[in-house]
């Protein structure tokens, strides 16, 4: 039971680059999250998926597509790199409808943007 | 939308004090507040979580009060330890769409 794994755990890219910030979970919970990390800014909230085929926005959606590919796989892509989206990326899970139940965090990928 | 501001956002105290970080919400549909530990490198993990129905929750040496009225929660950590410091964010969602908001963080240091 690996819980929620974030593919890479390190990258660097160049202004303008694309990529996307892989995320799987084995729990079989509905919600799945992603959140940026800033030094005092705290966990901001990109944009979630509360159910298969759905996304939702989330607090700093600018700059970010999101895909909910099946019921284990959420994935972020940047479609064109900025210096601002330096910053600790996490995705998370959990259960949702009826009683909401505690979110499970992947190990974060570093991402800077030069 | 829901709106978490979370204070102090550093706290040193020394080992055996006790510390508390306070949390206040916006959205009065929020029934589920979570509060995380998060050690350097490492992803943000639960260590306790308190719903609407309930004032109060304890697990040893910590525990978490909600007012609904004021809109505010609170961690309590009684007899601190070195082992203690870390980040901690505290959190609000409701469970109509999933969405689930953190505060600022709280750097914790506890002194030997």
């Known amino acids: 039971n690996a819980g929620v794994t974030q593919t890479p755990k390190f990258q660097v890219l160049k202004t303008g680059q694309s990529m996307t910030l892989q995320c799987a979970q084995d729990m079989n919970h509905n919600s799945m999250y992603w959140y940026r990390q800033d030094p005092g800014m705290g966990l901001r909230l990109i944009y979630y998926s509360a159910s298969e085929g759905t996304t939702d926005k989330g607090e700093v959606p600018n700059g970010y597509n999101v895909s909910r590919l099946n019921k284990r796989e959420f994935s972020l892509r940047l479609e064109s790199a900025a210096p601002s989206q330096t910053s600790v990326y996490f995705c998370a899970s959990r259960r949702t409808g009826g009683q909401d139940t505690e979110a499970f965090f992947g190990q974060g990928t570093r991402l800077t943007v030069v | 939308g829901e709106n978490v501001e979370q204070h102090p956002s550093t706290l040193s105290v020394q080992e055996g004090d006790s510390a508390v970080i306070k949390c206040t919400y916006s959205d009065s549909a929020s029934n589920y507040f979570p509060w995380y530990k998060q050690e350097l490198g490492k992803g943000p993990q639960l260590i306790i979580d308190i719903r609407s129905n309930v004032g109060e929750k304890k697990d040893q040496r910590i525990a978490v009060t909600l007012n609904k009225t004021a809109k505010h929660f609170s961690l309590h950590i009684t007899e601190t330890q070195p082992e203690d410091s870390a980040v901690y964010f505290c959190?609000?969602?409701?469970?109509?769409?999933?969405?689930?908001?953190f505060g600022q963080g709280t750097e914790l240091s506890v002194k030997p």
């Open positions: 959190a609000a969602s409701d469970n109509q769409g999933g969405k689930l908001i």
